[in-house]
């Protein structure tokens, strides 16, 4: 069951502007990534289901934060269907990320009062997945989808939509600079963040760090 309502979730993600996302086969191996981007200040992280051994491991990771770090917020991506949805939700999932919209997933999240961020590329999507009851959609992929001119475009018709984009985003000042300011409310970011050899390196310090700049720079984006 979910240690964080709906609503805690939302305020705590848009507060911080980032969710970093990754997986990991490793259960120490995450355990030490999540912390890396708990200490840079990235409360809700989202673990993707995309191994074999990503549900064992997110199973951990709940019991593990729970009682080490009680304040980050667990979420699961990747979902495409309600059936594997409902078993990451019966681990203690907080929130539901997918590539794409499935209403069955939605009507799923809401019952639960879950937060759930479909993957959307266009204003139709957009428009669907609200109707549904997304709060935030997730733009996937972000740079393949039109990249910030895409948000500030369909922004300007409805200025209620809150966007997400995946894909596309940089670890940079310029980058996230100009997502936000196009009128992104948050940005996902996987690999550009917590990078292949800073993972092989075991370099978890400069993992924190990154991540405490990128919303320093998001911040700084928003003023």
């Known amino acids: 069951m979910a240690r964080f309502m709906r609503l805690d979730v939302i305020n705590t993600l848009l507060d911080t502007g980032l969710v970093p996302l990754f997986y990991n086969g490793d259960v120490e191996a995450s355990i030490e990534l999540a912390s890396a981007c708990s200490r840079g200040g990235a409360k809700v992280i989202e673990f993707t289901n995309r191994g074999?051994?990503?549900?064992?491991?997110?199973?951990?990771?709940?019991?593990?934060?729970?009682?080490?770090?009680?304040?980050?917020?667990?979420g699961v991506g990747s979902i495409i269907d309600a059936p594997t949805a409902?078993?990451?939700?019966?681990?203690?999932?907080?929130?539901?990320?997918?590539?794409?919209?499935?209403?069955?997933?939605?009507?799923?999240c809401n019952r639960r009062k879950i937060l759930y961020i479909p993957g959307c590329a266009t204003e139709n999507e957009i428009v669907a997945a609200e109707e549904l009851?997304?709060?935030?959609?997730?733009?996937?992929?972000?740079?393949?989808?039109?990249?910030?001119?895409?948000?500030?475009?369909?922004?300007?018709?409805?200025?209620?939509?809150?966007?997400?984009p995946t894909g596309g985003v940089d670890a940079t000042e310029a980058s996230l600079s100009e997502w936000i300011k196009a009128g992104a409310v948050a940005v996902g970011m996987g690999s550009k963040l917590i990078m292949k050899q800073a993972v092989i390196d075991k370099d978890y310090d400069g993992i924190a760090k990154k991540a405490s700049d990128c919303i320093g720079w998001i911040k700084k984006a928003r003023r």
Do not use: Q
Not at 56 to 69: G, M, R, S
């Open 52 to 74: 074999e051994m990503a549900y064992p491991v997110f199973t951990e990771l709940v019991k593990h934060f729970a009682k080490a770090d009680p304040d980050v917020i667990l």
């Open 86 to 108: 409902a078993l990451y939700l019966a681990l203690g999932a907080n929130f539901i990320v997918g590539p794409s919209l499935n209403p069955e997933i939605s009507r799923l």
């Open 133 to 164: 009851g997304a709060e935030i959609c997730k733009i996937f992929p972000g740079s393949s989808a039109g990249g910030p001119g895409f948000i500030k475009a369909v922004l300007a018709p409805s200025p209620w939509h809150r966007l997400m």
